[in-house]
């Protein structure tokens, strides 16, 4: 498997840490995150901008307790398409980009489906709802198969840095 190195972006032992902690809590301020890392606050924010510019560090979000929101049901849904051509696929990413109950979108291989959603929504009734009146009308969609989440049992944000070497 060939891998552009060219856009691998080196970091070190420090950047690391800075990254860490983000992923654990995205809220501290730069006073908070130099302190956490044994940094003083002028070259800490200095290195979060840079990994910023970089774009190692894309966004900051808030993570949201779906159930206390009322949104109780997870389903994975494995989609096929009927014609495997860049414009199907880019058709069928454009609109379900839009979808709000969309939260994850993958093309996959290895697999009787094309893609993998991950949706949320409050229950079965609206995820019917949202299966016959969305997903099934896109222009492409040849097959569905839902699974529903019965428990998290890890749901994270967090990518694994601790293996990455170190400039």
């Known amino acids: 498997m060939l891998m552009n190195t060219k856009?691998?972006?080196?970091?070190?032992?420090t950047d690391r840490r800075i990254l860490e902690a983000l992923q654990q809590n995205g809220t501290l301020n730069n006073q908070q995150l130099a302190?956490?890392?044994?940094?003083s606050p002028s070259p800490c924010l200095r290195r979060v901008k840079?990994?910023?510019?970089a774009g190692i560090i894309l966004r900051r979000v808030t993570v949201l307790d779906h159930k206390k929101l009322g949104l109780t049901l997870t389903a994975i849904i494995l989609i096929s398409m009927d014609r495997h051509t860049p414009e199907?696929?880019?058709?069928?990413?454009?609109?379900?980009?839009?979808?709000?109950?969309?939260?994850?979108c993958y093309l996959i291989t290895g697999q009787d489906a094309d893609?993998?959603?991950?949706?949320?929504?409050?229950?079965m009734d609206h995820y019917h709802h949202f299966l016959l009146n969305q997903i099934t009308r896109i222009?492409?969609?040849?097959?569905?198969?839902?699974?529903?989440?019965?428990?998290?049992?890890?749901d994270s944000t967090a990518l694994p840095l601790g293996y990455l070497g170190t400039a």
């Open 35 to 39: 302190e956490q890392v044994g940094l």
């Open 88 to 104: 199907r696929f880019a058709a069928f990413e454009e609109k379900v980009i839009g979808y709000p109950e969309v939260q994850e």
């Open 115 to 123: 893609y993998m959603l991950k949706v949320v929504v409050p229950d």
């Open 139 to 154: 222009q492409g969609v040849s097959g569905v198969h839902s699974s529903f989440v019965l428990r998290r049992v890890l």
């Open 7 to 13: 856009s691998l972006v080196k970091i070190d032992r």
């Open 50 to 53: 840079a990994l910023e510019d």
